[in-house]
């Protein structure tokens, strides 16, 4: 499995972007896919997640603000991110787990949020 994260970038206070994972591979075994970030001198954290059978859950900070997705095939899954705020300001990872509970990460994005 391996995945390809894109859609980083720089905005401004308020502004909205949507991050997008491709997966290639085995993708009918995974299980969760989810969104991490990690921001400078802080650890990774995780964002929001998405199951196989549509539940989500967020960190508190993102609540109401982002949204994750995925597609019926299970070939990409997004964040879309609205009102962004100087705090959202990271490297985003996506990362998927497969019902073995082996995980998967794509290469980091950068998304920066000027105020």
């Known amino acids: 499995v391996q995945l390809q994260a894109s859609g980083g970038g720089l905005v401004q206070g308020g502004d909205s972007l949507r991050l997008s994972c491709t997966i290639r591979g085995s993708r009918n075994s995974i299980d969760v896919w989810a969104w991490y970030r990690q921001a400078p001198g802080k650890q990774r954290e995780l964002v929001a997640q998405?199951?196989?059978?549509?539940?989500?859950n967020y960190v508190e900070a993102v609540k109401g603000r982002f949204t994750v997705s995925r597609d019926n095939a299970a070939t990409i899954f997004s964040l879309q991110m609205n009102s962004l705020q100087p705090e959202d300001t990271a490297v985003y990872y996506c990362n998927a787990q497969d019902r073995w509970f082996k995980t998967y990460w794509g290469r980091g994005t950068q998304v920066t949020v000027s105020s």
């Open positions: 998405i199951d196989r059978d549509g539940r989500s």
